[in-house]
Nanobody, 124 residues
Framework: QVQLVESGGGSVQAGGSLKLSCAAS????????MGWFRQAPGKEREGVAR????????YYADSVKGRFTISRDNAKRTLYLQMNSLKPEDTAMYSC?????????????????WGQGTQVTVSS
């Protein structure tokens, strides 16, 4: 059974850091494209960062560029999101997602596999 399980969320003050992890299981291989998404109350889900797990190519939303880093450990089948210089507007439920075909985009509708999410709360 395919499963994505996030961990590492929590509460932090503005300027702080958190590192999220997403463990992938049930896949024959590490999905070729994985991403992090977030959804704040009353807002649509948005793409934060995505990575081609083979080449390591990354792409970030403008709002997190220079502060967040997406990475992966294919041997451990784990995706990471290092979040630095956190701001209150980063507060959201963060979810990882995976896809095994098509273009590796930032559009959430393009991803077929989702984790349950982990809450990140940044206080000012």
């Amino acid at each position: 059974q395919v499963q994505l399980v996030e961990s590492g969320g929590g509460s932090v003050q503005a300027g702080g850091s958190l590192k999220l992890s997403c463990a992938a299981s049930g896949f024959t291989y590490m999905p070729y494209c994985m991403g992090w998404f977030r959804q704040a109350p009353g807002k649509e889900r948005e793409g934060v960062a995505r990575i081609l797990t083979g080449r390591g190519n990354t792409y970030y939303a403008d709002s997190v560029k220079g502060r967040f880093t997406i990475s992966r450990d294919n041997a451990k089948r784990t995706l990471y999101l290092q979040m630095n210089s956190l701001k209150p507007e980063d507060t959201a439920m963060y979810s990882c997602a995976a896809r095994n075909g098509g273009y590796c985009s930032m559009g959430p509708r393009e991803y077929g596999y989702w984790g349950q999410g982990t809450q990140v709360t940044v206080s000012s």
